[in-house]
């Protein structure tokens, strides 16, 4: 299963364990990872699940498609480069050890 690391804001990280084919969003509310709003639940209909992937990471994701980029002009905090809306990354063997920041506020 792979393991997704998340940093908060104030520098804590805090490591969860999914199964492949599960979005890092549902991984991050199962776990209960304070942060991760995901008011739509995962439809990329909302801004509310939305991370910062650490750099080294970025080439291993699927791009984002339209919609997705579309709803990052709607982030409560800065958008980045580097912003994705978690609800739209798989999690595979491939993304095993991915690190995410969280922003400051989801709304």
Same mark, same amino acid.
């Given at each position: 299963?792979?393991?997704?690391?998340?940093?908060?804001?104030?520098? &804590?990280?805090?490591?969860?364990?999914?199964?492949?084919?599960?979005?890092?969003?549902?991984?991050?509310?199962?776990?209960?990872?304070?942060?991760?709003?995901?008011?739509?639940?995962?439809?990329?209909?909302?801004?509310?699940?939305?991370?910062?992937?650490?750099?080294?990471?970025?080439?291993?994701?699927?791009?984002?498609?339209?919609?997705?980029?579309?709803?990052?002009?709607?982030?409560?905090?800065?958008?980045?480069?580097?912003? &994705?809306?978690?609800?739209?990354?798989?999690?595979?063997?491939?993304?095993?050890?991915?690190?995410? &920041?969280?922003?400051? &506020?989801?709304?």
């Amino acid at each position: 299963m792979p393991q997704i690391i998340f940093i908060h804001p104030d520098g &804590r990280e805090q490591s969860v364990q999914a199964a492949e084919g599960t979005s890092v969003m549902q991984a991050a509310t199962g776990a209960g990872i304070a942060g991760i709003v995901a008011e739509c639940g995962g439809s990329a209909m909302c801004a509310t699940c939305h991370v910062y992937v650490e750099p080294a990471w970025l080439q291993r994701l699927e791009p984002p498609l339209a919609n997705e980029l579309e709803m990052l002009e709607c982030t409560a905090d800065e958008r980045r480069p580097e912003s &994705r809306l978690s609800c739209q990354i798989k999690l595979g063997a491939a993304l095993d050890g991915l690190v995410l &920041r969280l922003p400051e &506020r989801q709304q």
